[in-house]
């Protein structure tokens, strides 16, 4: 198979709301930026992929409502309803394969527009068993805090572990340009901060947020014929989903990002992701899943995320950082587009164009990133520099 890189890529700053354009405005924005990054023309790309869930969007067969912003008209255009690391993984697949050369992915979140979220997460509750009780699905988000929490057996720890997850991102985040919710978390501000779903804090939850990323990917033959940014290869992906049963799963562990990021580390021919993966920029839509998602990733043993945290091995200047772009704590809930911003950080920071936010030793990173309640599907990403 043909190795394919990622050659541009554009997004807007990520805003608690966007009332003065609508999320063609925010696309159009993202692909501009994106084709300008890639030294292309729109008439020069393939395919389109876009992320999204018609739910969400309020219109259905969503592909039909993409084109015009991305100059896709009369040309090959897919929706899938899933984050976008699954998008690039889809895209990888149609260069790879010798399908074409030049994929574009693209992702949104307009969640501001949506009325009541939480009653669009109930149609995907399980429909005879868990429906019925009427309850937020964030319910489950908390049962699953709790029984992590009880796998411990460590709560001080714990806690200032949680803590320490949100003071980290929020104030990576304020070395963002692209964040929506840096901020400067005293324990004061921590302790006050009112409980939302037991035990989970307000703080410790990821606020909604607008914005739109575009990624352009490219074969390497055809990087090889132009003169565009430096490329980011893609060396492994990976996707899976966990039964969402809640009499069945696991509550204590993240099997599907384990799941993923060994399809991931498979193809990416990575024994061990502690020594080969620089950095990490994994979801945290919920502070207690940074260190689970850890645990899944190979990062530490289970159970010893929180001895990671509170030893600073994530921390921008740690061994292992974790989130330097803020995470969803930092950067807010992105829906779909969740992904691609992760995306973001990660060529950014393998191209040395974080700026304030520039890791020493930045030449793999990884993003994970989790579809959120009440699913258990995750996706896994690697890339590199070379």
């Not at 354009?21 to 159009?28: A, D, F, G, N, R």
């Not at 501001?112 to 009780?133: F, G, Q, R």
């Not at 949100?166 to 302790?191: I, L, R």
């Not at 793999?364 to 690697?382: D, M």
Request: charged share 20%.
């Amino acid at each position: 198979m043909r190795k394919v890189a990622i050659i541009g890529i554009g997004a807007t700053k990520a805003k608690a709301k966007t009332p003065s354009v609508s999320y063609k405005e925010l696309t159009y924005e993202a692909a501009k930026l994106a084709y300008k990054d890639a030294h292309i023309g729109h008439q020069e790309i393939d395919s389109f992929v876009t992320l999204a869930e018609d739910f969400n969007e309020g219109t259905a067969i969503f592909d039909e409502y993409t084109p015009d912003q991305l100059g896709a008209v009369l040309k090959p255009m897919q929706t899938i309803c899933h984050d976008g690391l699954v998008g690039i993984a889809n895209a990888y697949m149609q260069i790879a394969s010798g399908l074409f050369d030049i994929v574009v992915v693209e992702s949104h979140s307009k969640i501001s527009n949506i009325k009541n979220k939480a009653s669009l997460e109930h149609y995907a509750l399980d429909p005879n068993w868990v429906a019925p009780l009427n309850m937020p699905a964030q319910t489950l988000a908390a049962l699953e805090a709790n029984c992590y929490a009880q796998s411990l057996s460590v709560n001080g720890q714990l806690k200032e572990a949680l803590r320490s997850v949100v003071t980290k991102n929020k104030s990576n985040a304020k070395k963002n340009p692209y964040a929506a919710y840096p901020q400067t978390v005293t324990s004061k501000e921590y302790e006050k901060s009112p409980s939302r779903f037991t035990p989970l804090k307000d703080i410790e939850i990821a606020h909604h947020a607008d914005g739109a990323c575009v990624v352009v990917l490219a074969s390497e033959d055809r990087i090889q014929k132009s003169n565009g940014s430096s490329p980011v290869w893609i060396l492994g992906a990976g996707w899976s989903t966990e039964t969402s049963e809640i009499g069945s799963k696991d509550w204590t562990r993240a099997t599907y990002a384990k799941n993923a990021a060994t399809m991931a580390y498979k193809m990416a021919q990575i024994s061990d992701p502690k020594k080969e993966i620089d950095f990490c920029e994994i979801d945290d839509t919920y502070a207690f899943k940074e260190l689970q998602h850890l645990e899944a990733l190979g990062a530490c043993q289970p159970g010893e995320a929180w001895k990671l945290t509170l030893d600073e091995v994530t921390q921008p200047n740690g061994k292992h950082p974790v989130n330097v772009s803020g995470g969803s704590l930092g950067m807010g809930e992105l829906l779909e587009a969740k992904g691609l911003y992760q995306v973001l950080e990660i060529v950014s920071q393998l191209r040395g164009q974080a700026g304030k936010r520039q890791l020493a030793h930045a030449r793999r990173g990884l993003a994970f990133a989790w579809r959120g309640v009440p699913t258990t599907s995750g996706a896994c990403l690697i890339l590199g520099a070379n």
